[in-house]
């Protein structure tokens, strides 16, 4: 085979050239924008956008907040999620089966639905709040601002952890583990000494996913933050402020979060770097029968905490059977929710279908060539795309979704308002996860192959699609369809790109929460809900252990 690390102009040559030309027009042109909105004025360059936001308090303290936050949630999510992944892989739990189900439903659901759902359960006139005063006295901790943020990025991201560890412990070669218990180092000592530095380098990738979605998310802080402002909020309303619009500050506040998240990725990336090394589990890990009071505390541990994380969503569905009258609950169940679903804002269901589907067959598409562009055709333009691949796997989705509403508002490039601009934002933001899982799969495959199929006359489109195409599917079905579940729940892009003819589930029901019409509201996050539990067992049904790990 000829050597593959030069760049020719040959058929994956053009691809090269064709996907980076793609990355460069809706990703380094709108970044681009951005950045030149951010210092350039009326008068040309100028600092007053970044003087603005650090001088005044009002604006520089959401700063502190949105790093607080997200701090506090990562090491909570830590708490909750590393342990929780080593004791389903040292440990036979019963219904560990169904416990993984629903951490992973738990995770995929849209931030602000379980913030709504939380509010409906623990707020100043909720179910759980109201319980405890009326029977017991007992007054329940404000769930507004932080804390309440806190509750909601915990119990929906350290699943996040979760799955990022249980793929790690998978890795992990139970020799060790016997090597260690017969030098007697065992239980919690075993676990801080052998097992933890092993999965340093994943628990800190995992970290890492959790910081960035609380930094990044919006809806939450919207919902539930009242007063405690942070990052997204702040940016959303400077740009699409009803009383007025500053997008020259709001891109400057944009290119301080890409400046944020990027130094913490490099930060993480070179921890980890220094603490990785490879692992060949020959022997996985075999988990142990439970017994005693130790058995107990794990069965208490696993049973509380999901659902605790599960149940915002089932009381969601809950209310979206209770009768309304007008905004207001009553006496009774009934599905006129779902009928008035339906019949005002049933063109939200076809977008959150249509929307996703096209860009999912963007992704698929353009994943598996970048990844075989990057393990088998590495050069210096694949390498700058591979780069520019994991750009947005860091930057906040307000910020892309402003970047290319400001970008793609003239001719000849008018594409905002169409379904095409918010399929592309899906496309650029969830690209990198399904890049991964198919760089991960195609690393495995021998290139002698493909290198057989080229010696007996196979075209490289042919050999391709027929042969390498097929033996990556696992990897890809599993990176499209994780894809997919957090495309239908995407807010923060839709927020900033949608019009009344594209508006997707998501948006609709954070606007009818915000109007105050929470039967239709639970209606639509019952269906969202719905369609992410099919979408899971799909992924059973194609997927090998029926596990997603990451």
Known sequence: MKDNNRFRLDTWGAITLAVLGLYLLFMVYPLGNLIKMAFYGDNGFTLDNF??????????STLGNSFKVSLAATITSLLVGVPMAYFFAMYRIRGKGLLRILIIISSMSAPFVGAYAWILLLGRNGVVTNFLQNLLGISVPDIYGFNGMLLVFTTQLFSLIFLYVAGALS??????????????????????????????????????????????DFGTPMLIG???????VILYTEFVGEVSQNKGFASAIAVIAIIIT?????????????????????????????????????????YVVVGIAILPQVYVLYTSFKKTSGTIYVDGYSLDSYINMFTRLGSSIQNTLIIPVVAL???VLLAV???????????????TVDVLSMVPYIIPGTVVGIALVTSFNHKPL???????????????????????????????IPITIEEAALSLGSPKMKTFFQITVPMMSSGIISGAILSWVTMISELSTAMILYTGRTQTLTVAIYTQIIRGNYGIAAAMASVLTVITVISLLVFNRFSKNGEITM
């Open 369 to 383: 060539l970048i990844a075989y562009l990057s393990v088998r055709r590495r050069n210096a333009l694949t390498s």
């Open 262 to 302: 990027t130094v913490v990725f490099y930060a993480q990336n070179f921890v980890s770097k220094r603490k990785s090394f490879s692992m060949n589990s020959l022997h996985p890990i075999e988990p142990k029968p439970l017994r005693g009071v130790k058995g107990i505390l794990v069965y208490v541990f696993c």
């Open 51 to 60: 003087v603005k936001f650090f001088s005044k308090q009002y604006y520089s």
């Open 361 to 363: 067959v963007a992704v």
């Open 226 to 232: 009242e007063g405690y402002r942070t990052f997204p």
């Open 171 to 216: 890795k992990v070669d139970n020799s060790l583990l016997e090597a260690s218990e017969n030098m007697g180092c065992v239980g919690v000592r075993r676990f801080f000494t052998v097992v933890l530095p092993l999965i340093t380098p994943t628990v800190l990738a995992g970290a890492l996913l959790v910081f960035i979605r609380a930094l990044s």
């Open 414 to 444: 008018a594409f905002t308002g169409t379904m095409f601009i918010m399929a592309m934002a899906l496309v650029i933001r969830r690209l990198p996860y399904t890049i991964r899982s198919s760089v991960a799969i195609l690393q495995q």
